[in-house]
């Protein structure tokens, strides 16, 4: 089976800018989330969808935002980027209900913001 | 608040030796706990899965234990090698919310 993956790899944006990243699945997965990870924070848990569905927030303010489609590809969407949003998003999926499930994280997408 | 924290933050250690990781939890009402390891610049590799209802679960020279009434997990690696240095991350899902982690273990194994 394929892993999760993730587009892009890396991306480099201007303040102000918005962007959007792509997270793939394990095929059979339904229940995906989001993660950002910088040095000074660790691993902060953004979003999580299940079935087209979010399920779970982090607290992160509204500029961030997501989506999953019906093949449980999701997308997350960060409008007017600081510089404090350059990090690792990373994405996992997990099977059937997610809760009780082993996260599978994909590559990671680095997003630089100048 | 619900919180996860890891110790120690690095370990040096020679190949070969036997050795532990800590993660204590703040919360005992979890619905499981996740070890992971990343290597640099990369995406986390899940290691082991214990279930609430599960005391520990083994993977090759991997071990992980759960103690809840404690609020702690233990993740033991047998005759550590050079391959095993990574960051080493505990993730712990308190009730059906999010996954929270870890500030994570940097694990250095030197010949």
């Known amino acids: 089976k394929a892993g999760v993956t993730q587009t892009p790899r890396y991306l480099i944006k201007t303040r102000g800018q918005q962007v959007t990243l792509s997270c793939s699945p394990i095929s059979g997965h339904r229940s995906v989330s989001w993660y950002q990870q910088t040095p000074g924070q660790g691993l902060q848990f953004l979003f999580e969808y299940f079935s087209e569905t979010q399920r779970n927030k982090g607290n992160f303010p509204g500029r961030f935002s997501g989506r999953q489609f019906s093949n449980s590809r999701s997308e997350m969407n960060v409008s007017t980027l600081e510089l404090g949003d350059s990090a690792l998003y990373l994405c996992a999926s997990s099977g059937t209900t997610g809760y009780g499930d082993t996260q599978y994280f994909g590559p990671g997408t680095r997003l630089t913001v100048l | 608040k619900q919180e996860v924290t890891q110790i120690p933050a690095a370990l040096s250690v020679p190949e070969g030796e036997n050795l532990v990781l800590n993660c204590s939890f703040t919360?005992?009402?979890?619905?499981?706990l996740q070890w992971f390891r990343q290597d640099p610049g990369k995406g986390l590799t899940s290691l082991l899965l214990i279930q609430s209802s599960q005391r520990e679960q083994t993977s090759g020279r991997l071990n992980a234990s759960l103690d809840k009434s404690s609020g702690r997990s233990t993740l033991y690696i047998a005759a550590s090698q050079p391959g095993d240095s990574a960051t080493y991350l505990c993730a712990v899902r308190f009730n059906t919310d999010k996954l929270i982690f870890g500030t994570g273990t940097r694990l250095q194994v030197f010949p």
């Open positions: 919360d005992s009402a979890i619905y499981n």
